[in-house]
Protein backbone atom coordinates (compact mmCIF):
# COMPACT_ATOMS: atom_id res chain seq x y z
CA UNK A 1 0.00 0.00 0.00
CA UNK A 2 1.06 3.59 -0.68
CA UNK A 3 0.14 6.61 0.73
CA UNK A 4 0.91 10.24 -1.06
CA UNK A 5 -0.48 12.69 0.85
CA UNK A 6 -0.49 15.69 -1.89
CA UNK A 7 -1.69 13.98 -5.52
CA UNK A 8 -0.70 16.01 -8.06
CA UNK A 9 -0.96 15.17 -12.35
CA UNK A 10 2.86 15.75 -12.24
CA UNK A 11 3.27 13.23 -10.65
CA UNK A 12 4.27 9.71 -12.44
CA UNK A 13 4.73 6.25 -10.77
CA UNK A 14 7.56 4.15 -12.48
CA UNK A 15 7.58 0.66 -11.89
CA UNK A 16 10.27 -0.97 -9.69
CA UNK A 17 11.99 -4.09 -8.46
CA UNK A 18 14.36 -5.00 -5.63
CA UNK A 19 15.16 -8.42 -3.68
CA UNK A 20 14.88 -7.19 -0.29
CA UNK A 21 13.19 -4.65 1.52
CA UNK A 22 14.65 -4.90 4.75
CA UNK A 23 16.89 -2.82 6.32
CA UNK A 24 20.49 -2.88 5.97
CA UNK A 25 20.40 -5.94 3.84
CA UNK A 26 21.77 -6.45 0.52
CA UNK A 27 19.49 -5.88 -2.25
CA UNK A 28 19.31 -5.49 -6.27
CA UNK A 29 17.46 -2.22 -7.43
CA UNK A 30 15.36 -2.86 -10.81
CA UNK A 31 14.46 0.98 -11.89
CA UNK A 32 12.39 0.39 -15.03
CA UNK A 33 11.47 2.69 -17.58
CA UNK A 34 8.95 1.88 -20.34
CA UNK A 35 8.44 2.74 -23.68
CA UNK A 36 5.45 4.53 -22.56
CA UNK A 37 7.63 5.97 -19.95
CA UNK A 38 9.76 7.78 -21.87
CA UNK A 39 8.62 9.95 -25.51
CA UNK A 40 12.00 10.19 -26.76
CA UNK A 41 15.48 8.60 -26.93
CA UNK A 42 17.51 9.22 -24.63
CA UNK A 43 21.29 11.12 -23.89
CA UNK A 44 21.62 11.21 -20.65
CA UNK A 45 19.59 10.04 -17.70
CA UNK A 46 19.95 11.11 -14.03
CA UNK A 47 17.78 9.47 -10.76
CA UNK A 48 17.97 11.53 -7.91
CA UNK A 49 19.01 10.35 -4.47
CA UNK A 50 16.62 10.71 -1.88
CA UNK A 51 18.84 13.03 1.42
CA UNK A 52 17.75 10.55 3.84
CA UNK A 53 18.84 7.56 1.60
CA UNK A 54 21.98 6.93 3.45
CA UNK A 55 23.69 4.51 1.48
CA UNK A 56 27.27 4.71 -0.23
CA UNK A 57 26.59 4.41 -4.13
CA UNK A 58 29.74 3.41 -6.24
CA UNK A 59 29.58 4.26 -9.90
CA UNK A 60 31.04 0.50 -10.63
CA UNK A 61 27.83 -0.88 -8.40
CA UNK A 62 25.50 0.77 -11.51
CA UNK A 63 24.58 0.00 -14.74
CA UNK A 64 21.94 0.87 -17.69
CA UNK A 65 20.44 -1.99 -19.27
CA UNK A 66 17.94 -3.47 -21.48
CA UNK A 67 15.34 -5.22 -19.52
CA UNK A 68 13.07 -7.61 -18.86
CA UNK A 69 9.76 -6.78 -16.98
CA UNK A 70 8.36 -9.09 -14.64
CA UNK A 71 5.44 -10.31 -13.04
CA UNK A 72 3.15 -12.80 -11.47
CA UNK A 73 5.26 -15.61 -13.46
CA UNK A 74 8.51 -14.09 -13.96
CA UNK A 75 11.15 -11.79 -12.52
CA UNK A 76 12.38 -8.50 -13.82
CA UNK A 77 16.14 -8.93 -15.15
CA UNK A 78 18.81 -7.17 -16.93
CA UNK A 79 19.12 -8.88 -20.57
CA UNK A 80 21.80 -6.66 -21.76
CA UNK A 81 24.24 -3.79 -20.39
CA UNK A 82 24.30 -0.84 -22.48
CA UNK A 83 27.44 0.72 -22.49
CA UNK A 84 27.52 3.86 -20.42
CA UNK A 85 29.86 6.27 -18.01
CA UNK A 86 28.07 6.47 -14.51
CA UNK A 87 28.88 9.51 -12.23
CA UNK A 88 27.83 9.47 -8.92
CA UNK A 89 27.22 12.32 -6.31
CA UNK A 90 25.30 13.31 -2.97
CA UNK A 91 22.51 14.46 -5.16
CA UNK A 92 22.09 12.28 -7.83
CA UNK A 93 23.26 9.05 -10.02
CA UNK A 94 23.90 10.21 -13.24
CA UNK A 95 24.40 8.02 -16.27
CA UNK A 96 25.81 8.72 -20.14
CA UNK A 97 25.40 5.95 -22.15
CA UNK A 98 27.33 6.00 -25.34
CA UNK A 99 24.79 6.47 -27.63
CA UNK A 100 21.20 7.69 -27.46
CA UNK A 101 19.34 4.78 -26.10
CA UNK A 102 15.97 4.42 -28.06
CA UNK A 103 12.79 4.62 -26.87
CA UNK A 104 11.26 1.08 -28.00
CA UNK A 105 12.50 -1.27 -25.32
CA UNK A 106 11.95 -1.10 -21.81
CA UNK A 107 15.84 0.16 -19.89
CA UNK A 108 16.71 0.64 -16.25
CA UNK A 109 18.97 1.36 -13.96
CA UNK A 110 19.92 -1.79 -12.10
CA UNK A 111 22.17 -1.07 -8.50
CA UNK A 112 23.53 -3.80 -6.14
CA UNK A 113 23.55 -1.98 -3.02
CA UNK A 114 22.83 -2.55 0.50
CA UNK A 115 19.78 -1.10 1.80
CA UNK A 116 20.13 2.65 4.25
CA UNK A 117 19.92 1.84 8.19
CA UNK A 118 16.86 4.11 8.15
CA UNK A 119 13.38 2.46 7.40
CA UNK A 120 10.39 4.15 5.55
CA UNK A 121 9.53 5.68 2.17
CA UNK A 122 12.20 6.87 -0.28
CA UNK A 123 11.64 8.87 -3.78
CA UNK A 124 13.70 8.87 -6.39
CA UNK A 125 12.76 10.99 -9.47
CA UNK A 126 14.20 9.80 -13.21
CA UNK A 127 15.07 13.08 -15.45
CA UNK A 128 16.36 12.41 -18.78
CA UNK A 129 17.73 14.33 -21.53
CA UNK A 130 16.87 13.58 -25.69
CA UNK A 131 19.08 14.48 -28.33
CA UNK A 132 18.60 17.75 -29.82
CA UNK A 133 20.02 21.34 -29.68
CA UNK A 134 18.25 22.49 -25.81
CA UNK A 135 20.17 20.65 -22.81
CA UNK A 136 16.94 20.66 -20.96
CA UNK A 137 16.69 17.30 -18.39
CA UNK A 138 12.66 16.55 -17.54
CA UNK A 139 11.26 14.91 -15.58
CA UNK A 140 10.31 11.19 -16.19
CA UNK A 141 8.65 9.77 -13.09
CA UNK A 142 9.62 8.70 -9.46
CA UNK A 143 9.81 5.28 -7.80
CA UNK A 144 8.82 5.33 -4.38
CA UNK A 145 10.59 2.71 -2.56
CA UNK A 146 9.66 1.28 1.06
CA UNK A 147 12.36 0.52 3.48
CA UNK A 148 10.98 -2.00 6.43
CA UNK A 149 12.25 -2.90 9.64
CA UNK A 150 13.84 -6.59 10.04
CA UNK A 151 11.81 -9.60 10.64
Given at each position: ?E ?12 TY????TQ ?8 L?L ?5 R ?5 L??T ?15 L?Y ?11 C???I??V??V??K ?8 P??D????G ?18 LA ?14 W ?8
Amino acid sequence: MEFRWETSRDFRKLTYFITSTQRMRRSEYYLVLRPKDRRTAILKLAVTIPPDFDVEIKPSDVKLCYMTVGGMMTRTTCQEIIPAVVEVTDKAVEIFPERPVSDKRPIGVYMNLFNPSSIGMFQFNALAQAPGDVPISGYLGSWVIQIDPPD
